[in-house]
């Protein structure tokens, strides 16, 4: 029996997720803020394993249900509708769009720590938020395949990770467990696992601030096995949370 992801947010990390769950046999509910309507297009694209919902009946009907909402509007996911769920939190700081949080900047929480003490009452995951929506789509490969790709996740809960690595390989990737939520910061901005290290090829010396991204989003993508995701997160060294970027 297949099963049901709930999407809170239909931007990019929502519908690339979706596309990679219905290849993967999930069905999914999509929701944004907007409303069902703004989502007919996109749910026609997908086909019949797809619907448009309200955010509180995507997140009542999803087995499991991913938050990708900027960060700034994650006090606006529903309590009560997710309690006793699995959200897998796709969310990133960043002061530019969020502005600054004194919480998050000294370093006293996580991103995910702050979105799991608003849903207080749901099992928190960390995932999808260290790797681009086009390589996200690019890499997935079949499972027991030697050349499979990684994602890290964090959370809490053991059985809230056991459920979300499940639905990661469905996706098309291992899952790597790199701890509680209040290590999650080892896969997010700033960190050697965060976008970069799934470009696929070696960065060309001598580019610098708008010339890395110009080369990196031309990237094809490459394998990041476990072991290297593992790797990397072990050896992480904490930044300051309120810089996207280090010079």
Do not use: C
Request: aromatic share 6%; proline share 6%; hydrophobic share 45%.
């Amino acid at each position: 029996m297949s099963r049901t992801l709930g999407i809170i947010g239909a931007g990019a990390v929502g519908q690339t997720v979706a596309r990679l769950a219905i290849a993967g046999g999930w069905n999914v509910v999509l929701s944004n803020s907007r409303g069902p309507r703004s989502l007919t297009d996109l749910v026609t694209e997908l086909g019949p394993k797809a619907r448009a919902a309200t955010v509180a009946e995507a997140a009542i009907a999803g087995d499991l249900v991913v938050a990708a909402v900027p960060l700034i509007a994650h006090a606006q996911l529903p309590k009560r509708e997710l309690a006793g769920k699995i959200v897998i939190d796709t969310m990133n700081y960043t002061v530019e769009r969020d502005g600054h949080l004194p919480e998050l900047d000294s370093n006293e929480l996580t991103s995910s720590g702050m979105t799991q003490r608003h849903l207080a009452d749901s099992r928190v995951v960390k995932a999808f938020n260290n790797i681009t929506t086009d390589h996200l789509a690019a890499l997935p490969r079949p499972k027991d395949v030697a050349d499979r790709n990684a994602l890290p996740i964090a959370g809490d809960d053991t059985e809230a990770k056991k459920e979300a690595g499940a639905l990661l390989s469905d996706l098309g990737f291992d899952a790597v467990d790199v701890g509680d939520l209040g290590q999650s910061w080892r896969f997010g901005p700033n960190t050697a696992l965060y976008a970069l290290v799934y470009a696929g090829e070696e960065m060309p010396e001598g580019l610098y601030g708008p010339e890395v991204l110009q080369w990196f989003l031309g990237t094809p993508g490459g394998p990041v096995p476990a072991g290297q995701v593992a790797r990397l997160a072990a050896e992480a060294v904490r930044g300051r949370a309120d810089v996207f970027f280090d010079d």
